[in-house]
Structure formats: structure tokens, C-alpha cells
């Protein structure tokens, strides 16, 4: 895939880079090995000082490196800056909190002084994908740069101004040289990077196809990854539910991002008591979303980030119709210039190729479920493990559904989103290791046990 900045409002490519050189490489692998060795001996306030400067630069930039995201991969404004944002609260979260989440814990035993020690790393490779371009990123360097490592960024080939701006946001809040640098490559040049001696971690958030290649690589190394990989989440909706609530959050909760989120709810199962008014207002809602340019605030639904998501979702769409599922609204790719597809409701989905697989864009499937048992069920009929949400009054029906869903986060009566406080990650074909709290920045630390008899 080219480097390449291409307007998924329009369909113009505006500006190609050219991919870092092999002697380039080499060169930002040797960087990044030196600075280990200095950056590892700072102290955490040192670390802390650094990372809260770069949480003020991205307040200070965020309208800019708003519009970047809204260019390379279409985000509607508003939530590019609120991106932003969230970038700088990952920042603070980290520069407050990883002194204590790695503080040695003493533990009794037979000897004079035990304890757990938490000591970084080294050099570790982020493969990273296009949708949320800072935050996904963020959620990596923050944790991983306070607890030690250094970082290696290979972002996704259609987001390059993001991957460069990143970059410059941790040189001019003056970290050492090569403790954060940005590789311009495409994926096939992942492999050899991941067998560099001087990695020695990776992990890689995006399709489970990219996981599982890097998983692979990685492990023949016998490195340690986080794989953050794709999801089909349910969202439940039972009988004691606030139905207005539930439709309204069903809504934003499927069309975040134009439908292009990992943890965006892909799969509906609504109680059959309820079923047939919630798919009612549910595609009503979904049919009324404005639909156009990202940059205008009017805007509800921009356009996918390229031609390839596009026209996957447009083949899957096909197949699941194929299939036996019905098109409540939508369906269609919409006719003007740039990646735009309906929003789109599916009813009898289950089983079809939009249950099964995930679906990166606006396209919600929906299943009638008997009974809560039932739900339950249809809840875990995936590959996938990465979060689930749930509509409910009924105490019981909480404690089962939060017990029973096999997902890493289980959200009620709320959508399923990202926090710095709370660990962030999957099970399944999702992936595994976490992400943010202390889980997150414990995944890339030697949990050392210190014996002193
Ligand atoms: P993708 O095609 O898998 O790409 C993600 C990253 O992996 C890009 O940097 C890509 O590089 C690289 N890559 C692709 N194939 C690779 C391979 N064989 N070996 C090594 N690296 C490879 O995914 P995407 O389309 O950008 O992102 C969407 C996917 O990400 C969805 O499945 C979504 O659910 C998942 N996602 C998961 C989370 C989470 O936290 N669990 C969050 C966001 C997104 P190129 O761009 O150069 O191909």
C-alpha cells in the first residue's frame, strides 16, 4: 500500500511519501537502542515533566491536528479535537499515575527483604492502525515511554501526516532523541523489524488478519505482544430497558466513527417483547443521520476512510442480503465523489456474513432473541471478545450478563468506550494483553523478583 495521504471526502490522493530507505532504518533502529540506555535511568518525574509538556502541546494544537485526521481518514471535526483531547487526559492519567502502578511491591516470604520490581524493556515496535490515528497511538507511548521503553511507531500507510505530527509533538516537548521516533513503511517491511535484535516487544492494534502475521513473526523471536485486534460487539436490549435511551445510545454507539471503531456495537439483539419497536426507531434513527462533508459540524455520519473499506462493506453487505438478512434501511454506497456508504439496518442478520465477521462501517445486524438465556447466547456467537454492551433495569439480568458475556469489558445500560483508568483490551480473535490503567503499563515491564535472604 502506498504512503499516501488520500481526502476520503473526495477521493483525491493529495500528497505520497516516500518509504523510509533500509539505511534509514537501521539508523532509527541504532537510535532507538541508545536512547534506552539513557532513557531507562531517568527518574519518573523526569518522564512525567516530558510527557504532561506533550499533553499540553496536544491542547495547544488540537484544531490543527484535528483537520489532519479529518483529511487522511475523514473523522468528523468535533470528535477529531475530541481525540485530541482525550490524548492529553492519556497523557496526564500516565505522567500522574505509572510511578504508581510500578512501584516495587514488597511480599513476605522466607527472606530478609522480597519484592516485585518493574523495569522497562527496551525498544518496542507499535504497528498501529488508521481509525483513531492519536489515541491509538497515545494509549501505546504514554505507558510504554514512562515506564522506560523507548518507541518505534509504524502507523497505518494512510495516515502519514498523523504518523509525522506524533512524532513531533514528543521532539518539541524535548524528549531525548530516538526515545519516541515514527518509521515511514509499509507492512511488509514489519517482519524483518520485528526480528531486529533490538526490538524486543511489539504489539499492533488493527484486523486480526495483521495480528495474527505479527503474532507469528514476534513469537518465532520469542517476543512478548499485546495484539489489540477487530471486534463484533453486541449490544442487549431487554424488556426493563429504557427503550429511548437504548435506541438513542444503540445509534451513536453503532455510528461512532462512521461505524469504523473496534469497540463500536455491531451486532443488536433486542428481547423479542421489544424487538419490533426497537427495530423501528432504531432504523428510523439510523435513515434520518446527516450524512456529508466531516468538516462541517452539521455532519453525523462522514465518509469511510478509502475506497478498499468501501467496497468491503459493500460486498458484505451483498453477502449477508445473500444470505437471508433484510435491509431495514440503507444498503447502498452513496453516489458522489468520496467513500460514502447509507447508514444501514439489517434485520434477521443473525448468522449472515454481518454477524459473523466484523463489519467496519456503518451497518448494524439485528437478531431477536426469546429469552435472556437466549441473548446471552447470540452475545457470545462470535470469533470475537472485545467488549459488549447491554440494556437493562433487572439486578439479576446485570449479574448474568456481566458474569456470562465472554468479552474483555462488559458496559450496561452505557456504550462501550475507552478510559485510562479502566484496562482496555480482548479475548478470542480480539487478541489478548490490555491496554491503559496499570495492566497496560505493566505489559511491557520484566516483572522481576528480587530475593534478598
Ligand atoms: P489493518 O489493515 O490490520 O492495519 C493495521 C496496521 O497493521 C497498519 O499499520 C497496517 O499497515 C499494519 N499491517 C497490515 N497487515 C500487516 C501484516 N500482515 N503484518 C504487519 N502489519 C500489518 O487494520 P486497519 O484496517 O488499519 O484497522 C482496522 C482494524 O483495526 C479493525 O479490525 C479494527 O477492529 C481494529 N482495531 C482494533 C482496536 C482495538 O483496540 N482492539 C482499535 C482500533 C482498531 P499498512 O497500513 O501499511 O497496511
Redesign the pocket.
Known amino acids: 500500500?502506498a504512503i499516501a495521504t488520500t481526502n476520503p471526502a473526495t477521493g483525491e490522493t493529495l500528497k505520497t511519501f516516500s518509504p523510509d530507505s533500509d539505511a534509514l532504518i537501521e539508523q532509527k533502529l541504532a537510535k532507538a537502542a541508545r536512547a534506552f540506555e539513557s532513557w531507562r535511568k531517568t527518574s519518573f518525574a523526569e518522564r512525567a515533566q516530558r510527557l504532561s509538556r506533550v499533553g499540553a502541546l496536544l491542547e495547544e494544537r488540537k484544531d490543527a491536528l484535528g483537520r489532519l485526521m479529518t483529511l487522511e481518514m475523514g473523522k468528523l471535526r468535533k470528535a477529531a479535537v475530541g481525540e485530541i483531547e482525550k490524548c492529553a487526559v492519556g497523557c496526564r492519567y500516565y505522567a500522574e499515575n505509572a510511578e504508581r502502578h510500578l512501584a516495587p511491591e514488597p511480599v513476605q516470604t522466607d527472606a530478609r527483604r522480597s519484592e516485585k520490581r518493574f523495569q522497562p524493556l527496551g525498544a518496542v515496535l507499535a504497528?498501529?492502525?488508521?481509525?483513531?490515528p492519536f489515541w491509538?497511538v497515545f494509549r501505546f507511548a504514554a505507558p510504554a515511554t514512562m515506564a522506560g521503553n523507548v518507541g518505534l511507531l509504524?502507523?497505518?500507510?494512510?495516515v502519514p501526516q498523523c504518523a509525522l505530527a506524533i512524532e513531533e509533538l514528543f521532539r518539541d516537548a524535548g524528549y531525548p532523541e530516538g526515545v519516541f521516533q515514527t518509521l515511514l513503511v509499509?507492512?511488509e517491511k514489519?517482519?524483518k523489524i520485528v526480528e531486529d535484535r533490538r526490538i524486543v516487544a511489539a504489539t499492533?492494534?488493527?484486523?486480526?488478519?495483521?495480528g495474527r502475521?505479527?503474532g507469528q513473526a514476534a513469537g518465532a523471536q520469542l517476543k512478548k505482544t499485546v495484539l489489540?485486534?477487530?471486534?463484533s460487539d453486541p449490544f442487549v436490549v431487554l424488556p426493563s430497558a429504557d427503550l429511548d435511551e437504548a435506541v438513542k445510545v444503540a445509534i451513536a454507539a453503532r455510528i461512532q466513527n462512521a461505524g469504523?471503531?473496534?469497540?463500536a456495537a455491531k451486532r443488536f439483539i433486542a428481547h423479542q417483547q421489544i424487538a419490533g419497536e426497537f427495530e423501528e426507531r432504531f432504523t428510523a434513527g439510523m435513515a434520518a443521520l446527516r450524512i456529508g462533508d466531516p468538516s462541517d459540524d452539521a455532519t453525523e455520519v462522514g465518509p469511510l476512510s478509502s475506497k478498499q473499506?468501501l467496497d468491503e462493506i459493500d460486498k458484505q453487505v451483498r453477502r449477508s442480503v445473500e444470505a437471508g438478512a433484510k435491509v431495514a434501511c440503507g444498503g447502498k454506497r452513496i453516489d458522489r465523489p468520496g467513500f460514502f456508504f447509507q447508514p444501514t439496518v439489517l434485520v434477521n442478520a443473525e448468522g449472515s456474513p454481518a454477524w459473523t465477521e466484523?463489519v467496519?462501517g456503518p451497518v448494524a445486524a439485528v437478531a431477536r432473541a426469546r429469552d435472556l438465556g437466549h441473548a446471552i447466547a447470540l452475545a457470545n456467537d462470535t470469533p470475537f471478545g472485545?467488549g459488549a454492551a447491554a440494556f437493562t433495569t433487572d439486578a439479576r439480568e446485570i449479574e448474568r450478563l456481566t458474569d456470562e458475556i465472554q468479552a474483555g469489558s462488559v458496559f450496561i445500560n452505557g456504550m462501550v468506550k475507552s478510559d485510562p483508568r479502566l484496562p482496555?483490551?480482548?479475548i478470542k480473535a480480539?487478541?489478548y494483553g490490555r491496554?491503559l490503567s496499570a495492566e497496560g503499563i505493566r505489559e511491557f515491564v520484566n516483572t522481576k523478583t528480587v530475593w534478598i535472604g
Open positions: 500500500m504497528v498501529m492502525p488508521w481509525n483513531f491509538q509504524k502507523h497505518a500507510s494512510s509499509g507492512a514489519v517482519q499492533l492494534t488493527g484486523s486480526d488478519g495483521a502475521s505479527l489489540e485486534l477487530g471486534g469504523q471503531s473496534c469497540i473499506v466484523e467496519f472485545l482496555f483490551g480482548g480480539s487478541g491496554e
